[in-house]
């Protein structure tokens, strides 16, 4: 096991550290705001004592990071493979265009978190979201699953905000609430409650055993799921060729 004090490192150096040691376990003490660390990486995992800077993650090939923290924004842009787990919250646009891997965030979430996910083949990105997530979440959505639970909340506030879904075309949003999400764009998007939660137990069994949640509760709320009522929802506003 390696670990780095990173303090008054750029991040650059704690990257060249991070690649140039053999061990696969690597602590990050005293992380204060560098950008990009652990981009690109695969086959080692992080943990990282501190708040790291923008895009943490990004680009990440198959390598583990636990954040004993919060995290910016951009949290695992791009991001192909692997899992980035938060213990606290997360910034904007965390999982931009994350084409596989999960990202667990035991807080809230910014705005735009999920904008333009995408799947592939057996590539099928998560996002898990303990608490409530801002405005535009799911921004384009193409493929992969965001699941918010909304732990913690008042009942009355619910865990999405404004814009949730905006032109979204694939995928699926999974919302723990009593109450049918608003401020859905209901001409181009499907609300309904969820029944079968075979896609999301998983999910839920992963992000309590990080956090120590009680699965059995969680499973047992009411779920509803936002998915696109069809494969181009904005067809109409597209230039003909």
Excluded: W
């Amino acid at each position: 096991m390696t670990n780095i004090d990173c303090n008054k490192l750029s991040h650059k150096e704690i990257n060249e550290k991070i690649n140039k040691t053999d061990d696969k376990f690597v602590i990050l003490n005293n992380v204060i705001g560098q950008r990009f660390i652990a981009a690109g990486l695969f086959g080692k995992n992080i943990n990282i004592n501190g708040t790291p800077g923008n895009a943490i993650g990004a680009y990440l090939d198959g390598a583990k990071i636990e954040i004993k923290g919060n995290a910016q924004d951009a949290t695992g842009d791009t991001m192909n493979d692997g899992s980035i787990t938060i213990y606290g919250n997360s910034g904007d646009a965390t999982g931009y265009a994350m084409r596989g891997g999960e990202i667990y965030i035991k807080g809230d979430v910014g705005y735009r978190a999920g904008i333009h996910m995408k799947a592939y083949k057996d590539k099928i990105p998560h996002i898990v979201i303990g608490g409530k997530a801002g405005s535009f979440l799911g921004e384009y959505q193409a493929g992969g699953i965001i699941l918010v639970l909304g732990l913690k909340n008042d009942k009355n506030d619910p865990p999405i905000s404004n814009f949730c879904g905006t032109g979204m075309h694939g995928g699926k949003i999974y919302i723990r609430t009593d109450k049918k999400p608003e401020y859905i764009d209901r001409e181009k998007l499907i609300v309904e409650k969820v029944n079968d939660k075979k896609e999301i137990a998983e999910l839920i069994k992963k992000f309590c055993d990080k956090f120590e949640e009680n699965e059995k509760e969680i499973l047992d709320s009411t779920f509803y799921v936002i998915k696109p009522n069809t494969n181009n929802p904005y067809k109409q506003l597209y230039t003909k060729h």
